[in-house]
């Protein structure tokens, strides 16, 4: 599906990266409970809120810890914000559907104790096809490598089509690319 990204959600992600690069290098960064890397505090997952939901769900997907796991294990810290479709997934074990693909430089990030920071958010656009219980949303996310001496990498930002259903549990992030 063709993504038509708008001047201003462009001129968000260049902002978001460059304060997401700015606060990487600052110390005492907070993980959330689950094993996420943020330097930022997360915000809380709101079941009500498809978007909280979906940005909660792609900033613990894109933050990674290179020398404390192996690619993909960020999907497990997902995991309670993921719906029907990206549950069964990760369950099954089948591979790369779903997972995003980490960098090229996962080893080196691992040799130099670096993580990777995310910092997502919504585009308030609404898709054509939203139902009561589904949703598309495109989100922003920007990736920051933090590396111990303090220095920071501002990565290639993404817009990312996420949809989210509602489930018993409230809603669920269940695919995304």
Same mark, same amino acid.
């Given at each position: /599906? ?15 990266? @460059? ?7 600052? +110390?005492? &960064? ?8 943020? +330097?930022? *505090? %997360?915000?809380?997952?709101? *079941?009500?809120? *498809?978007?909280?939901? @979906? ?7 894109? &933050?990674?810890? %290179? ?7 960020? /999907?497990?810290?997902?995991? %309670? ?5 990206? &549950?069964?997934?990760? #369950? ?30 919504? +585009? ?32 290639? +930002? ?16 269940? #695919?995304?690319?």
């Amino acid at each position: /599906m063709m993504v038509r990204v708008g001047w201003a959600l462009a001129g968000c992600l260049l902002v978001l990266a @460059a304060i997401a690069g700015c606060a990487g290098g600052a +110390s005492g &960064s907070a993980g959330d409970a689950a094993g996420g890397t943020s +330097s930022f *505090p %997360p915000p809380p997952a709101d *079941p009500d809120s *498809p978007a909280g939901v @979906a940005v909660e769900a792609l900033r613990r997907i894109y &933050s990674w810890q %290179p020398a404390a796991e192996q690619p993909g294990a960020a /999907m497990q810290r997902a995991k %309670p914000l993921l719906g029907p479709h990206l &549950s069964a997934v990760l #369950d099954a074990g089948t591979g790369a559907v779903g997972l995003p693909k980490t960098d090229a430089r996962w080893a080196e990030w691992a040799a130099a104790q670096a993580r990777v920071d995310a910092v997502a958010f919504a +585009s308030a656009e609404q898709a054509p096809d939203e139902t009561a219980d589904r949703r598309q949303l495109k989100i922003g996310v920007a990736q920051t490598v933090i590396y111990p001496s303090g220095r920071s990498e501002t990565l290639p +930002s993404a817009v990312i089509v996420a949809t989210v259903v509602r489930t018993v549990q409230g809603w669920r992030l269940d #695919d995304f690319g």
